[in-house]
């Protein structure tokens, strides 16, 4: 079974909820060729064990001294791949944040995905604490993080409060999807494009793209 099945048959088995590492690399491995799986699990434990203060501050301290956004080259893919983030310490708000949340998970702190629009950063569950991993690690209570709404979210988003409503692991895999889908559809690389219509299949959210997904499998072929 390739990577990308691994992957639909991860997100479209039965519960209990499965971890964001594992799903994670596999979708960097459909894309790549490459399973690292052994090393991301091994980097997110190094990380979380260099972790003294078992908090969402005490997490990004840690992250901020190897992990940052990619602001000269964004779009690159490997941005979301998280293996290559561990790696290149250069990341998307998105994957930057999946590996807050899983280091959270090893700590039992628990952090929390925040969709914002045009962006993403985590809050500690149970706390008004609100961090951004792409922006060094940038700490806000909730009042600072609507003042900041403009410049996170993008000018002309109004705030709302159903945006600071935690987003669940199926939302953020389909969120990194999106990213990807987007670059290659562009390109019409047909490799991506079959992992893509695999992966995005295994999701009953995405039953409406059907059509897309069947043409990119025979575009592949």
């Excluded at 990577?3 to 971890?19: C, D, I, M, Q, R």
């Excluded at 992250?63 to 490997?78: A, F, Q, T, V």
């Excluded at 702190?109 to 951004?132: M, Q, T």
């Amino acid at each position: 079974m390739d990577p990308a099945e691994k992957f639909a048959a991860l997100v479209s088995g039965p519960p209990p909820a499965f971890a964001l590492d594992r799903a994670c690399a596999l979708m960097a491995a459909a894309f790549t060729g490459k399973d690292h799986e052994a090393d991301v699990i091994r980097r997110l434990d190094e990380l979380a064990g260099q972790c003294v203060d078992r908090s969402l501050n005490g997490i990004l301290a840690v992250m901020r001294s190897r992990l940052s956004g990619n602001k000269i080259d964004y779009y690159d893919p490997r941005n979301s791949f998280i293996d290559q983030v561990l790696m290149r310490g250069l990341g998307l708000p998105i994957t930057l944040s999946v590996v807050a949340i899983e280091m959270g998970r090893r700590l039992e702190v628990p952090v929390v995905g925040i969709g914002l629009p045009s962006h993403f950063v985590v809050r500690e569950a149970g706390r008004e604490l609100y961090g951004d991993p792409f922006n060094d690690g940038a700490l806000y209570d909730r009042s600072g993080l609507v003042a900041a709404w403009s410049r996170l979210a993008g000018e002309g988003q109004p705030f709302d409060e159903l945006h600071l409503v935690p987003v669940s692991e199926r939302v953020i895999l389909i969120r990194m999807l999106n990213n990807l889908r987007g670059l290659y559809v562009r390109n019409d690389d047909a490799r991506g494009l079959y992992a893509l219509s695999i992966m995005r299949g295994a999701f009953a959210e995405l039953g409406h793209e059907a059509v897309d997904h069947a043409r990119w499998v025979r575009h592949f072929n």
